[in-house]
């Protein structure tokens, strides 16, 4: 969830500095108005959440207040859906991810097709034919109750560290922007969402994200436009500087697990990033279930795939944007910015300049972004903590106590976010640690989730260890690739992967100048001693070496012939963690199941747990077996099986070649 979105939202960025804990006067002009419109970010969810609040005030089920009675429509949903991936993380990283690195993670949006069958085909017929209430109580149904409080304890924490870290980074990048203390930005942006929360319940919360979406969408949009606009006279030149510093990669086949992005950790590795997130988080699940019927449910997937290509789309364009403009004189390098996430906002500014209003337009909607994702984060946690807990210690308690518990579980989980955002402003070098493992516990979330829809031998006892297994395998593996280590320049494990930027000789003379001001002495001030430095490494154009240096200097990265084997598991690509998350829980739960099915206590599961395409495979294949691991249900349709058709009871036509089946298993029909 970085930078880029873990799958995108998630990117660790210790390879340079995000962070700043520097508090100084705003070097970005802002205008009044654009100060009025960025406000507006923050009062939008107030104002949706009291309207919801006052014609709903007389709620009477907590299913009402925690999912919406089931009643949503598919546009606002799907746009939730869609904010619940996005945050100011994702809209300011992934240019920069482009800027860096280069195209080649867009490789990721073709997979969203395959994610996008499997979703609608395979995992929200299981939750809709069960009637979930909360995502997690498939686990009590499924395996035991252990299971779920498990599943439901890292989702929690997973949910927690992730808003934290997302309202931390917003109010250090805005009050970087606007000149405003980042505590106070921080307090407030605490209160709205909780505010906004506690009123509104599920149906406010995802009126207003729909709607943070659209001002996100718009912004993003307007930005493109007008860089595009920009640059319209020497298209051609600034194209070029893109393709030569080999900034536009898809084709890149390198089969090396450590390389951060190539054309097999962008589409197998993507793959798992989306599926686990659009199939194993508690935050989309609950969307989901959220609508009338499985019909509705599949257009909103489809819907919500749409939206995530045009917005990832627009961050890569972008992100070519912001590199052309700072082609041969990197901000960073030169001191005007103090770190690469400032880079769009220090874009934009320039882009906008004599343009009133729309660099606060643009600030709203990267506010809007982050808004959308904590609220959701509340919302999930609310409803989780009130079904999987609550309700279950007090089975007879009202619905109306019911909702209270929930309201007030939203003001504790605000207030504990705000003590943890203080904490994260003081432990800056763990933060990138943090944000990988939030990303890397999406696939152990899918992992035990496709245990219960696609294996029914998988028990209870074996999806636990096989869970907690993968977990500590990736977590050990996540801190010792950020040790640091001597083993390269950047002091870590995993290679520095970044292409080099060229550099102008008019922008070190640039470089000097504000160096000179400033009364900085970091490195060499002296021309000819810059001029020396970067020749060295053949990255400077003058006027004597006019065009910018081969390919082969830009686009290698120093594998350390040297690496012990350990070493080398450690160097693997961030892009890899959930797809080793969810086939770990998979293979460890699958084995360990089998070691403990002689102490199951329960052998058959009820056959609406199983996702009905595998189900009808598995009775295909050892249809004895299923007799032994599957319930019958009278409430729920009869197959018969033969070799290529499933009947309904009381039908005639059998094919007569084959045998007849062993035993009949009830699944439920989906329509």
Not at 226 to 235: A, K, N, Y
Not at 319 to 332: E, I, K, S, T
Not at 585 to 590: E, R
Request: with cysteine; net charge neutral.
């Amino acid at each position: 969830m970085e930078g880029l979105m873990y799958p995108n939202s998630i990117v660790s960025y210790r390879n340079h500095t995000i962070f700043s804990n520097r508090i100084t006067p705003s070097p970005y002009h802002l205008h009044s108005w654009d100060y009025v419109i960025f406000s507006f970010a923050f009062l939008l969810p107030v104002l949706v959440s009291s309207i919801f609040g006052f014609f709903e005030r007389n709620r009477k089920s907590s299913e009402e207040y925690l999912i919406g009675r089931r009643e949503m429509s598919v546009f606002p949903v799907s746009l939730s859906l869609f904010s619940g991936f996005i945050s100011g993380v994702t809209i300011l990283g992934n240019p920069v991810e482009i800027y860096l690195y280069g195209t080649q993670i867009w490789v990721m949006i073709l997979t969203l097709l395959p994610v996008v069958f499997m979703l609608v085909h395979f995992y929200l017929p299981v939750y809709f034919n069960m009637e979930l209430n909360s995502p997690f109580e498939y686990f009590e149904r499924r395996f035991s109750r252990t299971t779920r409080i498990l599943v439901s304890i890292v989702s929690l924490a997973q949910m927690m560290i992730y808003m934290t870290l997302v309202v931390h980074f917003t109010t250090i990048v805005s009050s970087k922007v606007i000149g405003i203390d980042g505590n106070i930005l921080t307090a407030v942006t605490i209160v709205v969402t909780v505010y906004s929360s506690y009123l509104g319940g599920y149906r406010g919360t995802t009126w207003t994200n729909a709607l943070q979406v659209l001002i996100l969408i718009g912004s993003l949009l307007t930005a493109v436009v007008l860089g595009l606009l920009s640059i319209s006279q020497d298209f051609k030149i600034q194209w070029n500087h893109v393709i030569v510093e080999n900034r536009f990669q898809i084709f890149n086949f390198d089969p090396d697990p450590s390389a951060r992005s190539t054309v097999w950790t962008s589409s197998i590795g993507g793959y798992f990033v989306w599926i686990s997130f659009y199939g194993g988080a508690q935050t989309q699940i609950q969307r989901f279930i959220s609508l009338p019927n499985l019909r509705t449910a599949k257009r909103a997937a489809y819907l919500n795939i749409s939206y995530l290509v045009i917005l990832l789309s627009i961050c890569f364009v972008l992100g070519l944007l912001v590199f052309a403009n700072y082609f041969g004189c990197d901000p960073v390098k030169i001191g005007t910015v103090d770190s690469f996430i400032e880079l769009v906002p220090k874009y934009i500014e320039n882009l906008y300049k004599g343009h009133v209003g729309l660099y606060g337009f643009f600030l709203a909607g990267i506010l809007c972004a982050s808004l959308s994702t904590v609220m959701s984060c509340l919302n999930s946690m609310s409803c989780l903590l009130t079904l999987d807990y609550f309700k279950h210690w007090v089975p007879n308690i009202s619905e109306e106590r019911l909702i209270f518990l929930s309201k007030i579980m939203n003001v504790f989980l605000g207030g504990l976010s705000f003590a943890l955002v203080i904490v994260a402003q003081n432990i800056e070098q763990f933060l990138p640690l943090l944000w990988e493992i939030v990303g890397m516990s999406f696939g152990p979330m899918l992992g035990i989730f496709s245990l219960g829809i696609f294996f029914p031998w998988a028990n209870s006892k074996g999806s636990i260890v096989g869970m907690l297994s993968t977990l500590i395998l990736l977590i050990t593996a996540i801190t010792f690739s950020n040790i640091p280590t001597n083993m390269d320049e950047i002091g870590y494990i995993s290679p520095n992967q970044r292409l080099p930027l060229v550099i102008t000789e008019s922008c070190l003379e640039k470089m000097i100048l504000l160096r000179n001001r400033n009364n900085s002495f970091e490195g060499s001030n002296n021309l000819s001693s810059l001029l020396t430095q970067y020749n060295e490494k053949e990255l400077i154009i003058s006027s004597k070496n006019p065009w910018i240096p081969t390919i082969k200097s830009i686009i290698s990265w120093n594998k350390n012939q040297n690496d012990v084997i350990e070493e080398e598991i450690f160097r693997i690509s961030y892009l890899w963690y959930p797809a080793i998350g969810c086939v770990g829980t998979v293979f460890f739960g699958l084995l360990f199941s089998l070691l403990f099915i002689k102490f199951q206590k329960k052998l058959t599961v009820s056959p609406e747990c199983f996702s009905p395409p595998i189900l009808r495979l598995w009775l295909k294949w050892f249809p004895s077996h299923m007799c032994k691991w599957i319930e019958p249900d009278e409430n729920l349709m009869l197959l018969s099986y033969s070799a290529f058709s499933f009947l309904p009871r009381g039908s005639e036509k059998i094919n007569r070649k084959y045998k007849e089946p062993k035993c009949d298993v009830e699944i439920t029909p989906v329509y």
